[in-house]
């Protein structure tokens, strides 16, 4: 399996499995720095290696009405910042090809939305950069479907590449999790990431924005973690309830200790099987 340095940190190739958190939008800078600061802390005490994930702009909300973000400039201050001050790798998601030449110099990986997992001009331009590129898998594609994700990747040169299982579309404001998909994507040689708190996610389920289970993601982790993952994708908030995107699926901030050491524990048991 092809291992990535992200900073210093290893993503692949049987190393323990490296945390992309942070809010789902950047609200603002004071209270998203406040959450990079203390996901930090909460990772240190844990010991898991951590990536900072934010979005200045969330192009694909439900409703016209809905809070998108602060946009680009304003999130790439913010982004700098978590990376400077607290020394941590940051990502955030793309959406055009115009976006990632004003974005990437200040991030260290590029996530491309599942809504845009095949937009072949957005990932080539990705790749292009030489970062690594974090593909959601879309809702709507099959496991095997994403060796033309990587394909993409790798003819502008970039091996470098993260394919995220956020679940599949079932029924209306449905989703659900395959996990045969994780081993079937890292059979391609490329590191896995699981999402767990989007596979919860209500597509749309509360009208005019999307609705969500939390309480199904630290099941849905454990089982991730069993199966063999080499990135795990949490979006949390000090108050879901009271989140501006997403909050329905997000983790509560003060619950993640625990959940991370759980999964920590799982990961090192799964990762011994899986090396035999």
């Not at 004071?30 to 192009?59: H, M, N, Q, T, W």
């Not at 596979?199 to 005019?208: D, I, K, Y």
């Not at 509560?252 to 990762?271: C, M, N, W």
Request: contains cysteine; proline residues 6%.
């Amino acid at each position: 399996m092809v291992g990535i340095d992200v900073r210093g940190l290893s993503i692949g190739a049987g190393s323990p499995f490296v945390l992309i958190s942070g809010p789902c939008v950047i609200e603002d800078e004071k209270s998203s720095f406040e959450i990079a600061a203390s996901l930090a802390e909460i990772c240190r005490r844990v010991g898991v290696p951590l990536i900072f994930k934010a979005s200045y702009d969330k192009a694909n909300r439900s409703s016209i009405n809905s809070y998108r973000g602060v946009g680009i400039q304003a999130g790439k201050r913010l982004l700098e910042r978590v990376a400077k001050e607290l020394g941590i790798p940051v990502t955030t998601d793309v959406h055009t090809p115009q976006e990632i030449e004003k974005i990437a110099p200040v991030v260290d990986i590029l996530q491309i939305p599942a809504f845009l997992c095949r937009q072949t001009d957005l990932i080539v331009a990705a790749a292009k950069t030489g970062k690594p590129v974090n593909v959601k898998k879309g809702q709507f594609l099959a496991p095997w479907d994403v060796r033309n994700i990587i394909d993409k990747c790798t003819s502008a040169g970039n091996r470098k590449v993260i394919i995220t299982e956020r679940g599949s579309t079932f029924g209306y404001n449905n989703l659900v999790v395959d996990f045969k998909s994780i081993p079937i994507i890292r059979s391609m040689g490329y590191p896995v990431c699981f999402d767990a708190t989007h596979s919860v996610q209500l597509p749309g389920g509360a009208g005019t924005s999307s609705g969500g289970q939390r309480e199904f993601v630290e099941p849905l982790i454990r089982a991730g973690i069993a199966v063999g993952i080499d990135a795990l994708f949490i979006e949390t908030h000090p108050d879901p309830d009271e989140a501006l995107s997403d909050g329905p699926n997000m983790v509560p901030l003060a619950q993640l200790e625990g959940i991370l050491s759980s999964a920590k524990a799982l990961d090192e048991i799964a990762k011994k099987r899986i090396q035999q």
